[in-house]
T-cell receptor, first 110, second 113 residues
Framework: KQEVTQIPAALSVPEGENLVLNCSFT??????LQWFRQDPGKGLTSLLL?????REQTSGRLNASLDKSSGRSTLYIAASQPGDSATYLC?????????FGAGTTVTVRA | DVKVTQSSRYLVKRTGEKVFLECVQD?????MFWYRQDPGLGLRLIYF???????EKGDIPEGYSVSREKKERFSLILESASTNQTSMYLC????????????FGDGTRLSIL
């Protein structure tokens, strides 16, 4: 069974600092990996999707890397802003199913 | 943009009631999913469907059933609600291929009293 772990569980940084969020998974036989953002009481917004054949994806200030062989992904958020405060979830797809990590809750202090 | 709509944002029911949660997507997606999200446990897959009238159990199907009579609609049914089913329920949909991204609704926060 796929296990997805996100460390740390919570992170607080001053505005302008770069954010580094980590995700690890136990079974490297994945189709893709998705990073999501979740605001309190809301659903999930997809940020980036990395196919298993890719090493990284970029969207604006966000960059996600994938090392499938070691079972790791990292989400980088450059020059953080208070509006980046949210919970970030990573999820891997194996056989149609998404397996989620518990998330990292980020607070960006103004 | 993909739109996944869950019928209720908040719902309060009593133990023993039969509860229906509805989800509708507007992108002709083949796959639809129901998850529940609990603090410290993350999101867990309850059921999913890859076609009309088709369903597959996820990781925690006990106490739940689903219905997919039309492609755009996927219903989650709590046959006899219990307090341990108090949770945030999230619906998602995707195109048929496994590598396609899943798109989520805003969730239904269900409280069973």
């Amino acid at each position: 069974k796929q296990e997805v772990t996100q460390i740390p569980a919570a992170l607080s940084v001053p505005e302008g600092e770069n954010l580094v969020l980590n995700c690890s998974f136990t079974d490297s036989a994945i189709y893709n990996l998705q990073w999501f953002r979740q605001d309190p009481g809301k659903g999930l917004t997809s940020l980036l999707l990395i196919q298993s054949s890719q090493r990284e994806q970029t969207s604006g200030r966000l960059n996600a890397s994938l090392d499938k062989s070691s079972g790791r992904s990292t989400l980088y958020i450059a020059a953080s802003q208070p509006g980046d405060s949210a919970t970030y979830l990573c999820a891997v797809v194996s056989d149609y199913k998404l397996s989620f990590g518990a998330g990292t809750t980020v607070t960006v202090r103004a | 943009d993909v739109k996944v709509t869950q019928s209720s944002r908040y719902l309060v029911k009593r133990t023993g009631e039969k509860v229906f949660l509805e989800c509708v997507q507007d992108m002709d997606h083949e796959n639809m999913f129901w998850y529940r999200q609990d603090p410290g446990l993350g999101l867990r897959l309850i059921y999913f469907s890859y076609d009309v009238k088709m369903k597959e159990k996820g990781d925690i199907p006990e106490g739940y059933s689903v219905s997919r009579e039309k492609k755009e609609r996927f219903s989650l049914i709590l046959e006899s609600a219990s307090t341990n089913q108090t949770s945030m329920y999230l619906c998602a949909s995707s195109f048929g291929e496994t590598y396609q991204p899943q798109h989520f609704g805003d969730g239904t926060r269900l409280s069973i009293l």
